[in-house]
T-cell receptor
Framework: AQTVTQSQPEMSVQEAETVTLSCTYD???????LFWYKQPPSRQMILVIRQEAYKQQNATENRFSVNFQKAAKSFSLKISDSQLGDTAMYFCAYTGNQFYFGTGTSLTVIP | NAGVTQTPKFQVLKTGQSMTLQCAQD?????MYWYRQDPGMGLRLIYYSASEGTTDKGEVPNGYNVSRLNKREFSLRLESAAPSQTSVYFC????????????FGSGTRLTVV
């Protein structure tokens, strides 16, 4: 059963604008970790950001930040000041007693 | 600093042939994983090894076997390849159970004809 859901198969954003990618998950565990990974056309998977479920503070890495809503089981990724190099597939991932990835969101940054 | 090294990068097999995908990491990570990536399905876990000497099934283990040869190496074997196993395969490693995220290899594109 799919535990991680990304409901936006494709998105686009103008260069320098802000975009938010959505992710929801389903779990009965109390201790788990959530991640966003980026996969550019090169196929290499790159860790973007990590969130520990027991921390209420939202994680931030430079232009990337998350909105973690534990009660709603939501974990969205915000990309600020979008750059052409942000064009990629983005995967939401869950790690607890099991390991799951979402189906991905293809993001295109338009010049 | 090589990270996670996968070989080969590309492979074409005929139905029924066997092959082994090799993976090695040089980061002293305890845990290693094999995923497959198919269009529209994201990444799905085939097998993982939480530590040297242990292996466990993931979401889609049928048709595959694994060997954790030592702390560095984790191989994936297809005994009798089927067209349904056409996919991109990723090896990954993590310090402990992926709590700090994975380091991925560059992937193997496998086509079974």
């Amino acid at each position: 059963a799919q535990t991680v859901t990304q409901s936006q198969p494709e998105m686009s954003v103008q260069e320098a604008e802000t975009v938010t990618l959505s992710c929801t998950y389903d779990t009965s565990e109390s201790n788990y970790y959530l991640f966003w990974y980026k996969q550019p056309p090169s196929r290499q998977m790159i860790l973007v950001i990590r969130q520990e479920a027991y921390k209420q503070q939202n994680a931030t890495e430079n232009r990337f930040s998350v909105n973690f809503q534990k009660a709603a089981k939501s974990f969205s990724l915000k990309i600020s000041d979008s750059q052409l190099g942000d064009t990629a597939m983005y995967f939401c991932a869950y790690t607890g007693n099991q390991f799951y990835f979402g189906t991905g969101t293809s993001l295109t940054v338009i010049p | 600093n090589a990270g996670v090294t996968q070989t080969p990068k590309f492979q074409v097999l005929k139905t029924g042939q066997s092959m082994t995908l090799q993976c090695a990491q040089d980061m002293n990570h305890n845990s290693m994983y094999w995923y497959r990536q198919d269009p529209g399905m994201g990444l799905r876990l085939i097998y993982y090894s939480a530590s040297e000497g242990t292996t466990d099934k993931g979401e889609v283990p049928n048709g595959y076997n694994v060997s954790r040869l030592n702390k560095r190496e984790f191989s994936l074997r297809l005994e009798s390849a089927a067209p349904s196993q056409t996919s991109v395969y990723f090896c990954a490693s993590s310090k402990n159970r992926a709590n700090y995220g994975y380091t991925f290899g560059s992937g193997t594109r496998l086509t079974v004809v």
